[in-house]
Each structure stands twice: as structure tokens, then as C-alpha cells.
Nanobody, 119 residues
């Protein structure tokens, strides 16, 4: 599986962005897709995940109520709708794919997309 994240950019606080994670492969629907983010000098942080097989979505407490993860298996794409953005959401965002419903480790990673939220 190859993943490509896109949709990052510069937005003012309170604004919105939608990230996309496009995947190759015919078995996309079996994978749990997770979104993570990382800022310089900090560890990578879990943001959200979606398992279509188990009909599960999960979010980090810091983004609950503001971010929504969704997927379109026909397009092999997972989206992360980010609303009410805050400066602390600034990071490089990565998508990843794993076969477990809640992967301890993800098998495939995409390149990151930069999200910058100005105050």
C-alpha cells in the first residue's frame, strides 16, 4: 500500500482544512487508516483513526469535537476534516495504514503534509 497525504496549508485560527490520504492497492478497505502529527522536537502524536471493517473511529482528546475522519473506499481515500483550528494544531500531518483494528504499529506511512495555523 502506498499512501499520499495532501491538503495541508496555512490557515488562520478558527478556520478549517481538509486533509486527504489517497492509497493505492485493491485491499484498501481492510486497512485501518490513522492520522498522526508531529512538530519539531516532539514525538509523533496520534490524531484519529478509522477502521471500516470494525466500523470504528477514534480521536485524540485534543481534537475531539473539532476533527472528523471519514473514508471513501471507492476512491481509496481517507479524509480528515479539521475545524476550529488552533495554533497548537500546527504540525506535519501523516497518514498511515495498518491491518489491525487498532494497530500498535502501522505498516505503511505516507509523506507528511504541513498544516500551519496562525493566531
Amino acid at each position: 500500500v502506498q499512501l499520499q497525504a495532501s491538503g495541508g496549508g496555512l490557515v488562520q485560527a478558527g478556520g478549517s482544512l481538509r486533509l486527504s490520504c489517497a492509497a493505492s492497492g485493491r485491499t484498501f478497505s481492510v486497512y485501518t487508516i490513522g492520522w498522526f502529527r508531529q512538530t519539531p522536537g516532539k514525538e509523533r502524536e496520534f490524531v484519529a483513526l478509522n477502521s471500516w471493517r470494525a466500523d470504528i473511529t477514534d480521536y485524540a482528546d485534543s481534537v475531539k469535537g473539532r476533527f472528523t475522519i471519514s473514508r471513501d473506499n471507492a476512491k481509496n481515500t481517507v479524509y480528515l476534516q479539521m475545524n476550529s483550528l488552533k495554533p497548537e494544531d500546527t504540525a506535519v500531518y501523516y497518514c498511515a495504514a495498518g491491518l489491525q483494528v487498532r494497530p500498535r504499529e502501522y505498516d505503511y506511512w505516507g509523506q507528511g503534509t504541513q498544516v500551519t495555523v496562525s493566531s
